[in-house]
Each structure stands twice: as structure tokens, then as C-alpha cells.
């Protein structure tokens, strides 16, 4: 069966430290992606990423395919950080193209 | 505002009621997604449209039913429900493959089955 584990499961922060989420899969993937809840239930999309780094702000994702990991940086982290981090991936060609599969995510506390 | 909304936000209903949820994207995406979120569980995926036809039916029980009758409108029909479908219910759009495109999300609906 094709899982996604994320860890730390809990994750609570001072304001300014640099965070880290982690990302793992099993087997080969088209592309990985970061998303975010806030309380209330809103979904945002952060990354789309199939290989390499991106960064948008003080977020950064990279992706190790060999290693199948990816992970989750947060810069001088902020109380509005506070939320549910989600990693998502599709397997492509191993399954359907619009499926993806979710880990269970990572809920951040970013204390002032 | 990302241009996916959802209505009604909260439902309470009976085990022999009939609902319908609605979702309308305003994106021009010719892709929309139905999600579950269970407490305590991972996001599962419900039904894909692709161009208004169904293109991904992700072992949903019957009485789960959608409906999409164009590309900008979802529809989740239900009926005789059972208490452990109470979930957040969230719609989602993307342009084309959403496995590789980014998913636009609706606030999500918060269904309690009594």
C-alpha cells in the first residue's frame, strides 16, 4: 500500500525559530505537494514539487527523489503559522493522475 | 478568497434525511474534487470530474451520490447517511491532471449525521 508518514506529528515553536516538517514515501512519485489548514477548515496549496527546491517567502520545500523525502521549512516563524501542515503526493503512472494520497499531517504551534 | 466555494458550511441532519451539498469554482478549472476529512484521519478522496465526466470513484458508498452538470458546479447528494459520515466535507478545483497541477480548495462543508 502507497503511504505518506509526516513527522513530527506535533510540532509547537517560539516565534523566530526555524521549523522543519518532514515527508516520506514509498515509492516512486510524478509530484509532491505541501498544503495548509488553518482552524475552521480552509485548505491553501503552498508547493508543487516534483524534484529540486522552491521557495516562496519564508517557506522553502525541497524534495530528495532518491531518498523519497521531502521536507518543510518555515523562517522566522510567526504565531499566523499556527496550522496543519499536509504532504500530499501522486503516484502518476502507479495510479490514477488526479489522485493524490495525504499524510496525516502536522500541526504547528508558533507561541509569541 | 480562492475563487472555490461551498455551501452550506454546516449541516445537521437526520439518518433518513436527503441533503445536498453544493460547490461552485470560479477559476475556469476543468477538473473539480470531492474530499472527506475524518477526525483523527487523513484526507480521503471521494469522486474526480474531469470535464464534467466522473473520472475517479474512489470506493464511495452508494449513498454518496454526485453530480456535476457543468464545469463550474459539484454536487454531493446524500441520503440515509450514518453517524460516522459526520466530516468535513471539502471541494476542490484544478486545471487539468490534479495529481500534478495545484488543487484549489473550498472552505468545506461540516456535516453531523444524528
Known amino acids: 500500500k502507497n503511504e505518506v508518514e509526516q513527522s513530527p506529528q506535533n510540532l509547537t515553536a517560539q516565534e523566530g525559530e526555524f521549523i522543519t516538517i518532514n515527508c516520506s514515501y514509498s515509492v516512486g512519485i510524478s509530484a509532491l505537494h505541501w498544503l495548509q489548514q488553518h482552524p475552521g477548515g480552509g485548505i491553501v496549496s503552498l508547493f508543487m514539487?516534483?524534484?529540486g527546491k522552491k521557495k516562496h517567502g519564508r517557506l522553502i520545500a525541497t524534495i530528495n527523489i532518491q531518498e523519497k523525502h521531502s521536507s518543510l521549512h518555515i523562517t522566522a516563524s510567526h504565531p499566523r503559522d499556527s496550522a496543519v501542515y499536509i504532504c500530499a503526493v501522486n503516484y502518476g503512472s502507479g495510479g490514477s493522475n488526479y489522485k493524490l494520497t495525504f499524510g496525516k499531517g502536522t500541526l504547528l504551534t508558533v507561541n509569541p | 478568497e480562492t475563487g472555490v466555494t461551498q455551501t452550506p458550511r454546516h449541516l445537521v441532519m437526520g439518518m433518513t434525511n436527503k441533503k445536498s451539498l453544493k460547490c461552485e469554482q470560479h477559476?475556469?478549472?476543468?477538473?473539480m474534487y470531492w474530499y472527506k476529512q475524518s477526525a483523527k484521519k487523513p484526507l480521503e478522496l471521494m469522486f474526480v470530474y474531469s470535464l464534467e465526466e466522473r473520472v475517479e470513484n474512489n470506493s464511495v458508498p452508494s449513498r454518496f451520490s454526485p453530480e456535476c452538470p457543468n464545469s463550474s458546479h459539484l454536487f454531493l447528494h446524500l441520503h440515509t447517511l450514518q453517524p460516522e459520515d459526520s466530516a468535513l466535507y471539502l471541494c476542490?478545483?484544478?486545471?487539468?491532471?490534479?495529481?500534478?497541477?495545484?488543487?484549489?480548495f473550498g472552505p468545506g462543508t461540516r456535516l453531523l449525521v444524528l
Open positions: 477559476l475556469g478549472h476543468n477538473a
Open positions: 476542490a478545483s484544478s486545471q487539468g491532471n490534479g495529481g500534478e497541477e495545484t488543487q484549489y
Open positions: 514539487l516534483s524534484s
